[in-house]
């Protein structure tokens, strides 16, 4: 399981769509390993992961370019 020590308080302000993706991420973890993963753990992972491909906000203007930051960064960790 992922282990963070809470440091600060964020307010996300989610849609239900985004908040039921989320909620499956956490009950397919359930069922599949029987660990309930909870929305702050998955997105502690996600900024994790985005520190371990080192995303900087440098030419960012926009949602879709911070997510076509990260497929062009997780495309090039592949390769």
Partial sequence: ?????????VVAFLDREEMDYLDKLGK???FSTGVKIPKTKI????VDMLKKLNINGEG??????????????????EN
Avoid: G, T, Y
Wanted: net charge positive.
């Fill in 28 to 30: 397919d973890a359930l």
């Fill in 60 to 77: 960012i203007k926009s949602e879709e370019d911070i997510i076509q930051k990260i497929l062009n960064s997780i495309k090039k960790s």
């Fill in 1 to 9: 399981m992922l282990s963070h020590e809470p440091r600060h308080r």
């Fill in 43 to 46: 997105i502690l992972a996600l």
